[in-house]
Nanobody, 121 residues
Framework: HVQLVESGGESVQAGGSLRLSCVASGATQDIGCMGWFRQVPGLEREGIGSIDSDGITTYADSLKARFTISRVNAKNTLYLQMNSLTVEDTAMYYC????????????????WGQGTQVTVS
């Protein structure tokens, strides 16, 4: 079993940057793919991107110019760097993980964090 805890969400002005972190604990030695999703109340959860154990990333086309996913396996930590933020980026951001080494859609990820709120104004 894996536990995920996100941090770094806060209120930021439009045009600013923010870096989210996600620390994994538990059975982390078998984690393959990790990812980030976001959700606005009343809307479907949106995939941001994912990264496999070798650091190969996949992004949603609409976000890849501004968002960067990285991970430090030795620290069991996943990051999301967000630049040029707009009010449309306001959402709850979720970290995910799975034992498979490739996952993109939300149903492919077994483990989820509780989320961290990002508000852009």
């Amino acid at each position: 079993h894996v536990q995920l805890v996100e941090s770094g969400g806060e209120s930021v002005q439009a045009g600013g940057s923010l870096r989210l972190s996600c620390v994994a604990s538990g059975a982390t030695q078998d984690i393959g793919c990790m990812g980030w999703f976001r959700q606005v109340p009343g809307l479907e959860r949106e995939g941001i991107g994912s990264i496999d154990s070798d650091g190969i990333t996949t992004y949603a086309d609409s976000l890849k110019a501004r968002f960067t996913i990285s991970r430090v396996n030795a620290k069991n930590t996943l990051y999301l760097q967000m630049n040029s933020l707009t009010v449309e980026d306001t959402a709850m951001y979720y970290c995910t993980a799975d034992y498979s080494d490739y996952a993109v859609d939300s149903y492919e990820f077994e483990y989820w964090g509780q989320g961290t709120q990002v508000t852009v104004s």
